[in-house]
């Protein structure tokens, strides 16, 4: 029967580590990978997960299945993290959260309910978006078009041509909106523009749907949150995607939450039970032991002020590498104005070089970063930035 498979080529970012690691140059730098580094270039656990972790495994007494929606614990606290306590208890009924198995299981879950709601529903996502987005989003069904945003020649977003391209969207349409952090362009909007697109999707009768995977990394937990909020506080309807691999490091335990607003409780109701029988018809029942930790360490004070301070650590690192790559490329060349690195958002950003200088990055001095200059702010570090710094140079000022 497997005679008949056919060998598909590596997902892009995944297929770019394993060249990285394949690479034989001792001196080679990896700025591709999806998740945080420390100083010393690890990926560590947060105490304050490690803690509740702990904690939760000593007082587990049974590994039978969690509720399908998964731990109510989890989808309570993630809920009240997301909107706010406020917002949580205005919407009572009208808010469902479904445990998932991390952002992308959210991303999929609601691609199913969409789906299965309006079957010929167009979604509309920006240019550029997370390159996942579409593998992810099509293959359940939906139809994806893109709305302007990011330019290259601004090294930011083009705010007059997002606004004209989200008011030619046909109404009725779905658009999916980076919560913060945007992936991969770490260019994100303020609050004022926030506002002005929200008014636009409100008057188009558009249906946002938040992707929201780095809530803590941009300007501050609540602040990350502002658009959904805002939304939800604006709109009848409202989807959104969360994912806790990041804020959490809770990557590998797959843990995320897919979030429904409706207009009222039957609607909630009757949109958490399409979820529920998309969960069943793939992976059945809801993963537990990440959401059990994140359950865990949201409904204790000392862990929860913990792990805001450590995330707090996380951010004013990023914030302080992305500073120090702008300033050192503006002083060791003239031919580009970094500043548009200090401004971006999250663990991502556009470098903004051409895809050649890309390639001889890679090949001459081992530096990978993906080919539309995307690079993980948190690869860098105190140690690696000189000389990243010297070769980005070397190679705009041929
Ligand atoms: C924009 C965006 N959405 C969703 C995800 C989903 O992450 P995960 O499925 O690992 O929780 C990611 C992860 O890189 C992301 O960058």
């Avoid at 650590?313 to 302080?320: A, G, L, T």
Wanted: glycine share 8%; proline share 5%; net charge negative.
């Amino acid at each position: 029967m497997f005679e008949h498979a056919q060998q598909l080529p590596p997902d892009p970012i995944l297929g770019l580590n394993q060249t990285f690691q394949k690479d034989p140059n001792p001196d080679k730098i990896n700025l591709s990978v999806g998740v945080y580094q420390n100083a010393q270039g690890q990926t560590p656990i947060f105490t304050a997960v490690k803690k509740a972790e702990s904690e939760l495994l000593a007082a587990q007494h049974t590994k039978s299945y969690a509720p399908q929606a998964g731990d109510p614990q989890f989808n309570e606290s993630i809920g009240r993290l997301l909107l706010g306590d406020t917002l949580v208890e205005q919407l009572g009924d009208r808010l469902a959260t479904v445990m998932t198995p991390g952002g992308c299981g959210a991303l999929r879950m609601i691609a199913e309910l969409l789906v299965s709601v309006r079957p010929t529903a167009t979604l509309w996502v920006s240019t550029p978006t997370w390159a996942n987005h579409f593998p992810l989003l099509q293959s359940a069904g939906l139809t994806l078009k893109e709305y302007a945003y990011y330019s290259p020649e601004l090294h930011a977003v083009d705010f007059d041509a997002m606004k004209a391209s989200l008011m030619a969207i046909p109404q009725g349409d779905i658009i999916l909106l980076h919560g913060c952090c945007h992936n991969p362009t770490g260019a994100d909007l303020n609050p004022q523009q926030w506002q002005e697109v929200l008014d636009i999707v409100k008057q188009r009768e558009l249906l946002p749907f938040f992707d929201i995977a780095y809530q803590g990394f941009g300007d501050g937990l609540n602040e990350d949150a502002f658009a959904i909020r805002e939304a939800i506080s604006m709109m009848p309807e409202v989807v959104v995607a969360n994912s806790c691999s990041k804020n959490f490091g809770l990557y590998r335990e797959r843990t995320g939450a897919a979030v429904v607003v409706c207009e009222n409780e039957r609607d909630t109701a009757a949109a958490k039970s399409q979820i529920l029988s998309a969960a069943r018809r793939s992976y059945s029942m809801s993963p537990y032991h990440g959401g059990g930790i994140v359950g865990h360490l949201l409904n204790d004070q000392a862990l929860t002020s913990e792990w805001k301070s450590e995330l707090d650590q996380v951010r004013s690192r990023m914030n302080s590498l992305r500073v120090n790559l702008a300033e050192g490329l503006n002083t060791a060349q003239s031919a580009v104005n970094f500043d548009f690195l200090a401004q971006s958002k999250g663990m991502f950003c556009f470098l903004g070089i051409e895809k050649e200088q890309v390639l001889t990055l890679r090949s001459e001095f081992g530096i990978y970063l993906l080919e539309s200059t995307r690079i993980n702010v948190a690869g860098l570090s105190e140690q690696n930035l000189p000389v990243i710094i010297e070769r980005v140079s070397d190679v705009i000022s041929r």
